[in-house]
């Protein structure tokens, strides 16, 4: 079926309202610190719920049903790992970056190190971001062209018109704001479908068991040891794979991303941004457990089908949900897509403007000026983000895969570089810009040739980066 008018008003309604009260609610900007960091007033719970919110995106929405449907619940032995790893960030990564007066992730590196290595990060950042987040903006387009029955590109184009508007107005404090709102909404969207899913089923949540017992769809803990050594490795869903993988990505995602650090830097104080990041990590899990059983519940209705996992969400939107519950649902997906785009505009452009245009040619330029460059930067991202988006479409893997994949790729030389100026005082900048190098090219190799599942990317990354790092710093000690 069609969207109706009813559906269409919801969606329209959505879409304004949110542009509105996220411009009016970030207030006036004067300066990039009030833009970029909400001038450090915002509090713990709502930099919480912004968390949850700018690392959800549609990923959860569409393809963690698809991945339980197709497979089972292995995927939340990750998110053990994703609170393991930000408990870790709370203790010893926020109170390093406290210390002084951090404008983004990356100026502990120059603190540390130097320029060159907080301008090397932020490039990797950068890109990676970029595609990472293209990745998670196509799969807003999936059920919207499908839904809608409108080309791809403009999907794409209407989620980051109405993203930039409150991001470009608001600055973070509105983008915060508007991710508090926004989570709320697409939770509410996610137990709204399983609901009347349930009531779909014949004897709604038994029928729900006795599908997911007989194919195995509630297994959770996977030890993996029965495919030997080299399937151990290659699965990426074990329970040991499953909780380093996901602790290592969540120490890189939280503690040196800029997309999650930014909003940690935009609260009070040390103790606000450790609460802020560690219940992250609980509602997290919650979250992936609840589209994890959206997942088998759609087992349960459909039985098995030749669709590919990301479809299978959008397929049931489209052919059963009535007129008015659609359109709620559709708000959902855009209230995830959204704030994970607006968050990713605002932390690139920062990223753009703090890292590497001011130090490289804006240190005598004024604050006014700054404001207005990095406005500029917000669009200039949103168009690249579009672009980014067009070319993943093509892709038959599963987006939330493809995502994850893509961050794992850098997060480990990232990661690396940022552990080695924690725990290792002797490294120096040449030393950690080897290692960050090295970390990264090591993973073209591991991934060109499918070494190991993804989950285990950061950890190799972080492993390399940081023997390279510390045997060249060795090396030179011991030649003076």
């Known amino acids: 079926m069609n969207a109706t008018i009813v559906d269409y008003i919801i969606i329209v309604s959505f879409l304004i309202g949110i542009a509105v009260f996220g411009s009016l609610s970030g207030g006036k900007q004067k300066t990039i610190k009030d833009y970029f960091l909400g001038s450090k007033q915002v509090p713990w719970w709502m930099a919480c719920f912004s968390i949850v919110a700018a690392e959800t995106s549609t990923l959860t929405f569409i393809s963690i049903p698809g991945l339980a449907y197709l497979t089972n619940m292995n995927f939340l032995q990750v998110t053990f790992g994703y609170l393991i790893g930000r408990i870790i960030v709370a203790k010893v990564f926020l109170p390093a ?6 404008k983004t992730a990356y100026t502990y590196l120059e603190e540390r190190f130097g320029g060159k290595a907080r301008t090397f990060a932020s490039v990797v950042f950068i890109i990676t971001r970029t595609a990472a987040d293209g990745v998670r903006l196509f799969a807003t387009a999936i059920p919207l062209y499908l839904i809608l029955k409108v080309d791809p590109a403009i999907a794409l184009i209407i989620i980051a018109v109405f993203s930039l508007i ?9 983008v915060i704001k508007v991710d508090v709102v926004l989570m709320f909404l697409y939770l509410g969207s996610a137990l709204l479908a399983a609901v009347y899913l349930l009531n779909m089923l014949p004897d709604g949540w038994a029928t729900v068991v006795k599908s ?5 769809k509630f297994s959770i803990i996977n030890l993996g040891f029965e495919n030997g050594l080299s399937g151990f490795f290659s699965d990426p869903y074990t329970l040991i794979g499953g909780i380093i993988g996901g602790a290592f990505l969540s120490m890189a995602s939280h503690g040196t991303d800029q997309l999650i650090v930014q909003r940690l830097l935009a609260t009070k104080n040390l103790k606000s941004a450790q609460k802020a990041v560690i219940g992250s990590g609980v509602i997290i899990i919650f979250q992936f457990a609840l589209f994890l059983m959206l997942g088998v519940m759609l087992y349960a209705f459909y039985g098995p089908m030749n669709v590919k996992s990301d479809e299978v969400f959008p397929i049931f939107i489209i052919e059963v949900l009535p ?3 659609t359109g709620i649902i559709i708000a959902g997906l855009f209230a995830a897509a959204m704030s994970t785009l607006a968050g990713s505009m605002s932390s690139l452009s920062s990223s753009t403007m703090i890292d590497i245009y001011t130090p490289l040619c804006g240190k005598n330029i004024s604050e006014e000026k700054k404001l207005k460059i990095s406005r500029l930067l917000t669009i200039l991202w949103a168009a690249l983000l579009i672009i980014s988006a067009m070319i993943f479409r093509k892709s038959s893997l599963a987006v939330v895969e493809i995502a994850l994949s893509i961050a794992s790729f850098t997060y480990g030389g990232l990661l690396g570089t940022f552990l080695l100026g924690l725990l290792f005082k002797r490294v120096k900048q040449n030393a950690v810009l080897a290692g960050f190098a090295s970390g990264i090219l090591f993973m073209i190799l591991v991934i060109s040739l499918k070494i190991v599942g993804w989950t285990w990317y950061t950890l190799i990354g972080v492993i390399v980066t940081i023997a390279v790092g510390s045997a060249i710093t060795f090396a030179k000690k011991s030649r003076e």
Not at 97 to 102: C, R, S
């Open 323 to 325: 007129p008015g519950i």
């Open 166 to 174: 409150y991001t470009y107005t608001g600055g973070l404090k509105g």
């Open 212 to 216: 997911a017992a007989s194919d195995n």
């Open 97 to 102: 970056y406290y210390k002084g007066e951090l």
